[in-house]
């Protein structure tokens, strides 16, 4: 334990260093830093039973965690004149209410489609979400994706992407009806990734706008998005997991739930510390980090790449768990050194994206608001490698704004009665 208690002592430190940089808990460098931090004094309470994480385990996070910062402070660097760049106008003109209103009944009309794919991956049973989840991990499993997975996948990344643009202009009604088909959506895609991005990227883009970013204000704002998703991410497991055969009734089921979120923050760190003391065992056939290029060149025939497993391989923390952290694959793949220089290139982009978006563009604060969910999972899993993912939200804010910048209309403009007397 004594490795762990230097750890928090160095996470407490450059948390805090963190912090006074830019005095903002949406600096990205901060989050890092206050996440793992979190997740080790969590495992300091020692609320369940986990394998300890040795020392060399936590010298390689905690080097990861400021070679990250360090990125970040990189930025000082950068040329102002590089960062007043904008690919759209800095303070676009409010979208026509013809686009917000499509895309507001599109969704809508959409989302009983997203319901009859969960339907259907259910199976028609009545706990539709329970079954449909056990389908999906079947067909993860077995490496294979069936229609109603994709159109599931894609309607959810659609409908989030849709709250994000419609909340960087105002609160209106059509901007929580959007909302609203964007929690069913990712309710029904029965899994809690989707609803962290949503919840996560309205709370950046609420504290953007509002400018409440030091520490006791986003506090004030934050808790009930915050309570929102425990909540949630909680009840859920009632939901869209199978809990009939736990010993104890709702009390049983209660301590299920709470040794569920404990598994979630805790096992990644252990399962990557297996990794480090026994690298050999985790060998991997196919890149994990260069995925997209690599899929990309053998798309265009130009090279022979087999995908690696939609799983990972499990490994025992004493229980099963096939997530290592954000750092695992570039740990393999990379080595110490290029953990380092890849954080520190993450932490320096990441970073960069922030102070673009706290200087108001709403397609930056967009962008921001997309990108702050890999930056939550870096004690769970490694997201920032998902660049297909971004790559639909990027195009589908670029289309957005773009035709919102086009005046158009439907059908001609009426002349008024006085211009029709006048001519």
């Not at 265009?300 to 939609?310: A, G, I, Q, S, W």
Request: charged share 15%; proline share 4%.
């Amino acid at each position: 334990m004594i490795f762990l208690d230097f750890a928090i002592i160095f996470f407490v430190l450059i948390t805090v260093l963190n912090y006074r940089v830019q005095r903002s808990v949406l600096y990205p460098p901060f989050i890092f830093c206050a996440v793992w931090l979190l997740d080790l004094v969590v495992m300091r309470l020692d609320l369940i039973e986990i394998n300890l994480v040795h020392g060399n385990t936590l010298t390689i996070v905690a080097a990861g965690a400021t070679a990250f910062s360090v990125g970040g402070l990189f930025t000082s660097f950068t040329p102002r004149g590089l960062l007043s760049i904008h690919l759209l106008s800095n303070k676009p003109k409010r979208m026509p209410d013809f686009l917000r209103n499509t895309v507001t009944v599109v969704l809508l009309c959409c989302l009983p489609i997203m319901f009859y794919q969960t339907w259907k991956l259910g199976g028609g049973e009545l706990n539709i979400l329970e079954q449909a989840r056990m389908a999906m991990i079947d067909s993860i499993q077995s490496e294979s994706r069936s229609l109603p997975m994709l159109i599931l996948g894609y309607f959810a990344l659609f409908t989030i992407s849709a709250s994000l643009l419609f909340a960087t202009e105002k609160l209106d009604g059509k901007f929580w009806a959007v909302t609203g088909a964007a929690f069913v959506g990712c309710i029904l895609t029965t899994g809690r990734t989707n609803l962290l991005t949503l919840i996560a990227g309205l709370s950046a883009t609420r504290l953007l706008q509002k400018k409440q970013e030091s520490l006791r204000d986003a506090m004030l704002l934050l808790r009930w998005p915050i309570i929102l998703f425990i909540v949630l991410f909680v009840g859920l497991i009632f939901v869209d997991k199978n809990t009939e055969g736990m010993a104890g009734g709702i009390s049983g089921t209660a301590t299920y739930a709470v040794y569920s979120v404990l598994d979630y923050m805790e096992a990644p760190l252990a399962a990557f510390d297996n990794v480090v003391q026994h690298p050999a065992d985790f060998k991997m056939a196919s890149s994990h980090i260069f995925e997209f290029p690599l899929r990309l060149a053998a798309a265009l025939r130009l090279t022979d790449y087999k995908m690696p497993p939609l799983l990972d391989s499990y490994t025992f923390v004493p229980f099963p768990t096939n997530v290592y952290t954000v750092f695992k694959f570039y740990f393999l793949e990379l080595g110490i050194v290029g953990v380092l220089v890849l954080m520190c290139f993450i932490g320096l982009l990441h970073s960069m994206l922030y102070l673009k978006a706290r200087q108001g563009g709403r397609f930056s604060i967009y962008l921001f608001a997309c990108f702050i969910f890999p930056l939550l999972m870096v004690t769970f899993d490694d997201w920032y490698y998902s660049i297909s993912k971004y790559l639909y939200s990027i195009i589908l804010g670029l289309v957005y704004f773009l035709i919102g910048s086009v005046n158009f209309r439907l059908l001609p403009a009426r002349r008024s009665l006085s211009s029709r007397i006048a001519s």
